[in-house]
């Protein structure tokens, strides 16, 4: 409340211009908070009905007080429960494997090669269905099954996953890579 009667003042009573403020302010604590170290966090399983798949997530927050509310808990099975049903391969798209990130893109640039269009269209296409694929292998980019309208990397920091599918050879094992830190 009080930052925004801080804004309004800022901006001599402009509306418009106190809600460009706050979002420039909102934009600076979220980065701000980006930088903490997320060391606690919590472990979970889901196992579907049937028994037919499972789930072991690791979901990382700030502080061990955050990791024992029942919300954070009922997060975290929602997240396994999430993994069970979507299959993701990879955690964020820097985790893609090169090879797995080529052969994809090797096979898009193909399709759309056959089309016949000019190749400055065949890359937008690629790109189209590269994106497309991220939302398809990594969890991050995915759309929540609890809410469509939000990402998973905007609801929460997982740090690993481990996703088994009875009678199928291709169990998932994903880890996030730490981030390289810029100086």
């Not at 690629?126 to 969890?139: D, H, I, N, P, R």
């Not at 009875?166 to 094992?173: H, K, N, S, Y």
């Given at each position: 409340?009080?930052?925004?009667?801080?804004?309004l003042?800022e901006?001599?009573?402009d509306m418009?211009?106190?809600?460009?403020i706050?979002?420039?302010?909102?934009a600076?604590?979220?980065q701000?908070k980006?930088?903490?170290?997320?060391s606690?966090g919590?472990?979970a399983?889901?196992?579907?009905?049937?028994?037919?798949?499972?789930?072991?997530?690791?979901v990382?927050?700030?502080s061990?007080?955050?990791?024992r509310t029942d919300?954070?808990k009922?997060?975290?099975?929602?997240?396994?429960m999430?993994?069970a049903?979507?299959?993701?391969?990879?955690?964020?798209?820097?985790?893609?494997?090169?090879?797995?990130?080529?052969r994809e893109?090797?096979?898009y640039?193909a399709?759309?090669a056959s089309?016949?269009?000019?190749?400055?269209v065949?890359?937008?296409?690629?790109?189209?269905?590269m994106?497309k694929?991220?939302e398809?292998?990594?969890?991050?980019?995915q759309p929540?099954?609890?809410?469509?309208?939000?990402?998973?990397?905007q609801?929460?920091?997982?740090?690993?996953?481990a996703r088994?599918?009875v009678?199928?050879?291709?169990?998932?094992?994903?880890?996030s890579k730490?981030?390289?830190?810029?100086?």
């Amino acid at each position: 409340m009080m930052d925004c009667k801080h804004a309004l003042t800022e901006s001599k009573g402009d509306m418009e211009q106190a809600i460009i403020i706050l979002r420039k302010r909102g934009a600076a604590v979220a980065q701000k908070k980006a930088t903490r170290v997320t060391s606690e966090g919590s472990v979970a399983s889901y196992i579907h009905a049937g028994g037919k798949i499972g789930v072991l997530v690791e979901v990382n927050c700030e502080s061990d007080f955050v990791a024992r509310t029942d919300d954070f808990k009922e997060l975290v099975h929602d997240i396994a429960m999430h993994i069970a049903a979507s299959d993701p391969k990879f955690v964020r798209k820097e985790d893609v494997t090169p090879e797995a990130y080529e052969r994809e893109k090797d096979i898009y640039r193909a399709q759309a090669a056959s089309t016949g269009k000019p190749p400055q269209v065949v890359e937008k296409i690629v790109e189209g269905k590269m994106a497309k694929f991220y939302e398809e292998v990594c969890l991050y980019e995915q759309p929540f099954i609890k809410d469509q309208t939000i990402s998973i990397a905007q609801l929460i920091a997982v740090r690993r996953f481990a996703r088994f599918k009875v009678g199928d050879a291709g169990e998932t094992f994903a880890i996030s890579k730490p981030e390289a830190k810029s100086e």
